[in-house]
């Protein structure tokens, strides 16, 4: 598997100890994804801090973010923290935990996209990781069984979908 980051991600995952190669490149949306899917399928990531920055004064660019990844497959948002800690306040803002919260779980709702919380930045490059995997897999399986059920002309199918 080959993981793209996108070259401005500015405290990127190493993937150490996962099977993959990883390579620094420019992403239109989000901060992970598979080579040669770019336009199928990303992961935004975020610390706690960044994410509360993110549902403030960084809104509006956040939001726009989260509708071009409506566009794709599959995007989701990895948090490195629990959503307890959301809910706690453990950040630096003057953001009121519930405010907090319900401006997630909102945006969940209406981009209808996943935010999912790692507890910490190992358990979300871990999320991360998996999410890709399960992806690539799913499409795998999906390009190999245009192919099967429709020989040569499932091919050209198949490569057309991916266009």
């Not at 409506?70 to 953001?95: H, P, W």
């Not at 401006?103 to 910490?120: E, I, K």
């Amino acid at each position: 598997m080959k993981i793209v980051i996108d070259s401005r991600e500015q405290t990127p995952f190493d993937f150490a100890g996962f099977d993959c190669t990883v390579e620094v490149g420019g992403l239109s949306v989000g901060d992970y994804s598979l080579k040669g899917l770019e336009t199928f399928v990303a992961i935004e990531r975020k610390s706690i801090d960044d994410l509360v920055g993110c549902l403030t004064g960084e809104r509006d660019r956040f939001e726009r973010e989260l509708a071009r990844g409506c566009g794709l497959d599959f995007f989701a948002v990895v948090v490195e923290a629990g959503f307890q800690d959301l809910a706690a306040g453990a950040y630096r803002s003057r953001m009121k935990p519930h405010a907090a919260c319900q401006s997630v779980l909102a945006m969940m709702q209406r981009y209808r996209m996943p935010f999912f919380f790692g507890g910490s930045r190992k358990g979300a490059e871990y999320a991360c990781y998996w999410l890709l995997s399960k992806y690539l897999r799913e499409a795998t399986n999906h390009f190999e069984s245009i192919v099967k059920a429709h020989g040569a002309a499932g091919l050209e199918a198949a490569a057309l979908s991916l266009q």
